[in-house]
């Protein structure tokens, strides 16, 4: 018998999927618009499995731990790549000082 050998960020997602079958997680929140990674967002704040609110700037990003795309939420489940017009001139500001 094969023993199959999982990296911890896989095993992660197994764990995961395994607790939304059983109705302890909300629903998958989308996939990445790059990788088709799905995705569990969480709230900044208290860490709860929640989407971002949408067309809120900064608050609706999220960088995806699969391929590390900075997306930006839209609602429904759907997320797109974030582009230099969604970029305000204090998320501008930011980035150059980071």
Known sequence: ???EILDP?????????ELHDTG???PIFG???VCN???FPRDRFT?????PPVGTGYESRAKCSGCG???????GGNWRVVTDGDLSEEDRA???AS
């Open 47 to 51: 860490g709860e499995p929640k989407a």
């Open 69 to 75: 795309a900075i997306i930006c939420y839209v609602g």
């Open 9 to 17: 960020d896989k095993l992660d997602e197994i764990e995961e999927a």
């Open 37 to 39: 990674k799905p995705l």
């Open 1 to 3: 018998m094969a023993i």
């Open 94 to 96: 930011k980035d150059a």
């Open 24 to 26: 302890e997680l909300p």
């Open 31 to 33: 996939r990445c618009p």
